[in-house]
Every structure is written in C-alpha cells, then in structure tokens.
C-alpha cells in the first residue's frame, strides 16, 4: 500500500517568510511524528500526534513551530518568520497505534532551506 | 532528557568484513532500542529492534546487543556488502512514545 508522503519535497524560502508542510500518514495509522533532521545529524523530535488527545509540542523549538493534524489524517507542520537555523530536513512518520510497540513508517521528508 | 551517543560517527570497511556501530544512553527507564538505516536521499528505515528483556538479537546478517547495566548497545553487521553503505541511527526510548536518536553513523563499504 501507500507509505507516508510528504509535500513539498524541496522548499526554498527567503529569510522571515512562513511556509507549511504537509504529511500525509498511512491510512488507518493514528499516531504521527514530526522530525526535524540537520545536516549530519540525527533526528530531532517536534511534536507526537496520537488519535484525538492533546498533541505532544514539547520537541517544538520556539513559537514559530506550530502543527495542527485534522483527526487521523493529514498534517501539516507551520514554521512562522522562518529562520536560517531552520534550515533542515523535516521528517514526518507515522505508526499503527500511540506508544512503541509498532514500527514508525517515515516519509521522504521535505527539505527546507531558508536564504 | 534522553542523550544518545553514536560512535564511530564514520566507517569505511572492506567489503566481507564486519561492521560495529556503538551507542550510550543516560536514562534507565529507557527500554526500547531501535536502529535505522538511512540511504542517500532516502527515509529512515528500521533494521532491527531490541527491547530491555534480551540481550541480544539477531536478523540474517545485522545482530543487535545490550547492555542495561552499562547503557549501551552495539549494531553488528557481519559480511558487509555495498549496499550496507548507508548512515545509520541508533535511538533509545523515551516515555512511551519518544525516541531520542543519536547522531548517525555513516558506513562505507569498499569493493
């Protein structure tokens, strides 16, 4: 079946402008992740999704980082008055359930550079 | 928090040889352990997982062990070929749902 996708695969945006990143989970999955990679390092939590309870936003770097997710579907990560530090890429996965117990599904991520 | 530690952050080996990736981690309630392998330009994929109730696992050709006591675990990859040229990432549990990755380890293997 379909594995998790991401939108844009690349982005290239000026210093100070926003910009929103889609994830598109596998079907059926009710937990979502948002990571963020830097060159050369490993990944970085942001924020955890799972089902209806409130989201885990305690990875999310500043205020500028928000995420919303409508129910078990679609999510998309906001990133306001972007950043050269933000420079990165941005990794969405999702699993069958909330915990550990099943495997994370990464999507190909979207990388984004600020100039 | 959780902090990982990943070493050797490189390795070139020859192909047919052994390849052994070493991580550390600092919270003892972690109790999940996976690793991922990461192609050029492509996603994280998991390997291998180790849970804190063994202390070893094996899968063909990749094995995996821990050490609770002393915090670390180990990838072992026996008869390396090309295409185990990758960056791989070990991770630790946080809590029920976080993991904590280390930095990654970028392998080569030598025809």
């Known amino acids: 079946g379909a594995g998790v996708s991401q939108s844009p695969s690349n982005k290239v945006t000026e210093k100070g402008k926003d910009v929103e990143l889609r994830c598109d989970p596998i079907?059926?999955?009710?937990?979502l992740y948002w990571y963020r990679q830097r060159l050369g390092q490993g990944l970085e939590f942001l924020i955890y999704?799972?089902?209806?309870?409130?989201?885990?936003k305690s990875g999310l770097p500043s205020d500028r980082f928000s995420a919303e997710r409508t129910g078990e579907s679609v999510s998309t990560l906001t990133i306001q008055r972007t950043q050269q530090e933000d420079s990165a890429v941005y990794l969405c996965?999702?699993?069958?359930?909330?915990?550990?117990?099943?495997?994370?599904?990464f999507g190909p991520g979207t990388r984004l550079t600020v100039t | 928090g959780e902090n990982v530690e990943q070493h050797p952050s490189t390795l070139s080996v020859q192909e047919g040889d052994s390849a052994v990736i070493k991580c550390t981690y600092s919270d003892s309630a972690s109790n999940y352990f996976p690793w991922y392998k990461q192609e050029l330009g492509k996603r994280p994929q998991l390997i291998i997982d180790?849970?804190?109730?063994?202390g070893e696992k094996k899968d063909q050709r990749i094995a995996v062990t821990l050490n609770k006591t002393a915090k670390h675990f180990s990838l072992h990859i026996t008869e390396t070929q090309p295409e185990d040229s990758a960056v791989y990432f070990c991770a630790a549990s946080i809590g029920d749902y976080k993991l904590s990755f280390g930095a990654g380890t970028t392998v080569t293997v030598r025809a």
């Open positions: 999704f799972q089902g209806n309870s409130a989201p885990d």
């Open positions: 079907s059926g999955h009710t937990a």
């Open positions: 180790i849970r804190s109730n063994v």
């Open positions: 996965a999702s699993s069958l359930t909330g915990g550990l117990s099943y495997e994370q599904y």
